[in-house]
């Protein structure tokens, strides 16, 4: 039942088969974040598009009024709740600091004692998974932007697509270190089982052509066999590691 006391905002954005726009995820997430009911009007043609982008004077979607007033789009709507936009321009040491703080979890996981040897296969797929994460980590914002083009879960739940590259990175390390399998296991079967899916439907079903986020925000790397083959190593390190360590007998 709705809320006759909630505020009311008014969203247009992109949902074409071929195309579901991120910022018009990322609006609706905020939106309803900040306790907003949202009006979510669907664009779902090119000619529907460009008819709303002319009716109203504006360049890009997605679009959001409040209380009649048109905000503008996603980092317009970051602006007006007091949330910082970073300029393209803008100094940031996070890229570094993804970097060291990789490779200090690196070294620690390295001397961490663990119950047995982690032979060669697994302790080169997890430090990928780490080193994965890491670029990811460098820009999270941008990362994310690129994975809710595909990742299924992460157009249902916005707040997952930031939450991806540091659970790849926790079950990498554990992975790495040899503990905690309880842990890494589960997490890496459910982010790699939804990754595959996501990439394959994209990929080989839909035909779409796409960037791939695995590398991180930035990247060129078409959206296919790199992207499938990291999701499908954590799903098999995940039943190797839970075949071995935690099923009783094995």
């Known amino acids: 039942m709705a809320d ?3 505020r009311q905002a008014r969203l247009h954005r992109m949902v074409m088969p071929g195309h579901v726009c991120p910022y018009g995820l990322k609006s609706r997430w905020l939106l309803r974040r ?3 009911e949202v009006d979510d009007r669907w664009l779902t043609t090119r000619a529907e598009t ?14 959001t009024f409040i209380d009649g007033r048109r905000i503008g789009g996603y980092d317009d709507l970051r602006k007006h709740f007091g949330l910082k936009v970073r300029a393209g321009d803008e100094t940031s040491y996070t890229p570094v600091l993804a970097v060291f703080a990789v490779a200090a979890l690196l070294a620690a996981a390295s001397l961490w004692p663990a119950l047995a040897p982690v032979p060669l296969a697994e302790r080169f797929i997890a430090t990928s998974m780490c080193l994965l994460a890491m670029l990811k980590l460098q820009d999270v914002e941008q990362f994310s932007t690129m994975f809710l083009n595909y990742d299924l879960l992460g157009r249902r739940f916005v707040p997952y697509a930031y939450v991806y590259p540091f659970a790849e990175l926790l079950a ?10 309880v842990v890494s296991v589960p997490v890496a079967l459910f982010i790699g089982g939804v990754g595959a899916v996501s990439v394959f439907k994209a990929v080989y079903v839909d035909k779409r052509e796409l960037r791939c986020a695995c590398v991180g925000g930035g990247s060129q790397v078409p959206l296919g066999f790199v992207s499938l083959t990291e999701n499908l190593m954590m799903l098999a390190m995940g039943f190797w590691m839970g075949w071995r360590y935690l099923l ?3």
């Open 34 to 36: 900040k306790g907003f």
């Open 50 to 63: 460009d008819a709303f982008k002319e009716d109203h004077g504006v360049e890009t979607t997605p679009q």
């Open 248 to 250: 009783p007998g094995a």
């Open 172 to 181: 990498g390390i554990l992975m790495l270190a040899g503990a905690l399998h």
């Open 4 to 6: 006759d006391n909630a």
